[in-house]
């Protein structure tokens, strides 16, 4: 069972950016397509973007202007940069995995907060 592990979350300023790390822990990239979630307190969970096996990516219509996903197969490693931070971007972000692109997502990391303050 492929294993999906994200990092680079924290804390951060209005107006500052972060790059979000998934790593799996098998060749997975150019097996699976990926995607990033993010759920804010008492919210539900959000699709962000996706990058697909042949390396489309797509995203949510709130995310095409500051944020970007990536993917490096060699690496078995996803990225999501995010610039301009807003207060709302604050949540718990998740990437995840599924087979094929007409597949529910089913593979999924444990998360990684991010905090965006004033």
């Known amino acids: 069972q492929v294993q999906l592990a994200e990092s680079g979350g924290g804390a951060v300023e209005v107006g500052g950016s972060l790059r979000l790390s998934c790593v799996a822990s098998?060749?997975?990239?150019?097996?699976?397509?990926m995607g990033w979630f993010r759920q804010a307190q008492g919210k539900g969970r959000t699709m962000i973007a996706q990058?697909?096996?042949?390396?489309?990516?797509a995203y949510a219509n709130f995310a095409k202007a500051r944020f970007s996903i990536s993917k490096v197969d060699a690496e078995n490693t996803m990225y999501l940069q995010i610039d301009n931070m807003i207060p709302e971007d604050t949540a718990i972000y998740t990437c995840?995995?599924?087979?094929?692109?007409?597949?529910?997502?089913?593979?999924w990391g444990q998360g990684t907060q991010v905090t965006v303050s004033t």
């Open positions: 995840a995995a599924r087979r094929a692109s007409n597949d529910a997502y089913s593979i």
């Open positions: 098998k060749n997975t990239y150019n097996s699976y397509s």
């Open positions: 990058v697909y096996k042949d390396g489309r990516t």
